[in-house]
Every structure is written in structure tokens, then in C-alpha cells.
């Protein structure tokens, strides 16, 4: 097996994060018939602030970003799941934008994850090699 190494990340693509992220909230925070200023109140911010971040500018940081996702139900992958896409230079699902409940896609990859780890882990220990273990 192995190890690859993960694309460099740059500002520009983190701007384009922010900006896809910021009209996924507005289009939830529309559907939900919540006004910018009911979101900044139920996260802390000003309607301004709102308004800035679902037009991708402003200072909000990802973790900002996060939080009005789950003050919209929604959860952070509904924001970076596609990050899994661009690393590995694939096409973006757009239907998978539009959904509304991740949390069974969430748990189907967290479960693959650990029975990918658990193969890998029975393979190194038939090898003679230590197996990893949790803190």
C-alpha cells in the first residue's frame, strides 16, 4: 500500500468553498422561511454578517460556516463533502448538493472508513507488523 499525497489546498479554492457555502445557507435559510437576521441571532451575529457570508466575502471562517449549517439542521458535510471530490479531481454530484439529509451518506463513509481500517489493521498484524491502536 501506498501513501498519497493530498492536493496543496490553496486561498482560491477555499474562497470557493466559502462562496458555494454561503448560497447553500441562503437557499436553506430561504426554504426554511428564516430571515437573515433569525439566523445571525441564533448564531451570534449581525444580519449584515449574514448577508456577507451568503455572498462567499467577509471575514467568516469555515468553523462560521458550520455553525449556521447546523443552526439550519443541516450538518458540516452538506458544506465539504465535495472537498472529498475536488483532492481527488472528480466531478461534483450536483444532486448531491441538493439534499437535505446527509446523515445516512455520513455514516455509510464512516462506517467504509472502518472497515477499510480494520482490513488494513488484520493485514499488518498477518504480517507481523503492529497494528495501530486507538488513545
Sequence with gaps: MT????QEIGADLFASI?????KLIERWRRRDRLSQR??????????????????GAG???????????HA?????SH??????AVEQKMAI????LLQDDLWELERDIIDLVSRHQAVAAARLASRGGTALRPA
Design 59 to 69: 471575514t467568516a471562517s469555515l468553523e462560521d460556516h458550520i455553525r449556521c449549517a
Design 18 to 22: 466559502k462562496e458555494l457555502s454561503g
Design 38 to 55: 433569525g439566523l445571525g441571532k441564533a448564531v451570534g451575529r449581525t444580519e449584515r454578517w449574514i448577508r456577507e457570508l451568503e455572498g
Design 72 to 76: 439550519l439542521r443541516r450538518t458540516a
Design 79 to 84: 458544506l465539504f463533502i465535495f472537498l472529498f
Design 93 to 96: 454530484p450536483h444532486e448531491l
Design 3 to 6: 501513501l498519497q499525497s493530498p
